[in-house]
């Protein structure tokens, strides 16, 4: 990492096309996916259950009662997406087929993500109980809302069902965690807030472990060969179009509402996040008898890139001057303008 850094690679994002690369080449499969996905499960676990023992009960509750700062969130994510989704209508047939624009919209349907948004938020020194009821919300509203937004905006001709386990897997595997955190802050919360290495490393860790398992999955679907190349590398573009438009209205909205910059990182990294976690089985129930592999094959590509992306804005934020500094005056406050 010293080394990468001399050169100006920030060695995360390395790692993280690396991971890429090795579920490329060793996609897990069989019992070896269930290990990792099992891997995954216990690393979110632990990264929510440091998040609930740093965390003191004073910040929580702060968290919660912003909610000028969720609703931004929320908007962005189940009224701005969906916009730009059908806006990008105009281009079928001549540069994505039915199937893969069905797969677009469907993207800017599904909620955020919760683990990546609130581990890049950390990673960026944002307001992490901000981002954890927003991404959290969003991810138990969208259990709702993304299967009424499938009705009223796609064509399909089967039922939507509402999968309320999906409920009881984010309070099992996110909030109780979280919880758990909360009530031995006592004995551990001081230590981990002198020592960062250890929420460093599993942000990061379980990042990693997220890309890879997804990753895996794709290739084991075989969906790349189920399109022409220039299919695909159209695709890409599109995806970072989409992002790149979506981090400039989070990044507008922030500075436009006044946030603060801890928030506004968090209006950032929520608001321009999709889950996969939650995509891939959504479409499975709300597409059954479609070509489901094309349809959230823009979602994994969509996932990919703001990891990529988002992994370097976390870093950039990270490096920001910090709040000593700036209160001595010998530095400019404005660290985006830079």
């Known amino acids: 990492m010293k080394i990468l850094s001399r050169f100006h690679v920030d060695g995360f994002i390395v790692a993280i096309l690396a991971t890429v690369a090795l579920a490329s080449l060793f996609p897990a499969s069989g019992t070896a996916a269930s290990v990792f996905s099992w891997l995954t499960k216990i690393a979110i676990g632990l990264l929510f259950l440091i998040y609930g023992a740093r965390l003191s009960p004073a910040e929580a509750w702060q968290g919660v009662r912003h909610w000028r700062l969720h609703s931004t969130i929320l908007a962005v994510t189940f009224i701005i997406f969906p916009l730009f989704g059908l806006g990008m209508r105009i281009l079928v047939p001549s540069v994505l087929s039915n199937d893969l624009y069905t797969g677009l919209l469907f993207l800017c349907l599904v909620p955020s993500t919760v683990q990546s948004s609130i581990a890049f938020t950390s990673m960026a020194r944002g307001n992490v109980a901000g981002a954890v009821v927003s991404a959290s919300f969003s991810n138990i509203l969208g259990v709702l809302v993304t299967p009424l937004l499938v009705i009223l905006l796609m064509d399909t001709t089967d039922d939507a069902p509402i999968d309320a386990s999906s409920i009881g897997v984010v309070v099992l595997q996110l909030f109780l965690p979280f919880m758990a955190g909360q009530l031995i802050r006592p004995w551990v919360g001081e230590w981990l807030t002198r020592h960062a290495k250890p929420t460093k490393l599993v942000d990061r860790g379980s990042i990693l472990l997220v890309v890879y398992v997804a990753f895996s999955e794709g290739m084991n679907e075989n969906i790349w060969g189920a399109i022409e190349p220039w299919q695909i590398a159209a695709l890409f573009a599109v995806c970072a ?98």
Not at 248 to 262: D, N, P, S
């Open 241 to 338: 179009v989409l992002l790149a438009a979506v981090l400039a209205v989070t990044t507008l909205a922030g500075r436009l509402l006044h946030f603060e910059i801890e928030d506004r990182i968090v209006v950032l990294f929520c608001g321009s996040k999709k889950s996969l976690a939650s995509g891939l089985p959504m479409a499975s129930v709300l597409f059954s008898g479609e070509k489901v592999g094309l349809i959230v094959l823009p979602l994994m590509i969509f996932h990919q890139i703001q990891l990529i992306v988002c992994a370097f804005l976390a870093q950039r934020y990270a490096r920001r001057v910090s709040p000593e500094i700036l209160a001595a005056g010998s530095l400019d406050p404005e660290f985006e303008a830079r």
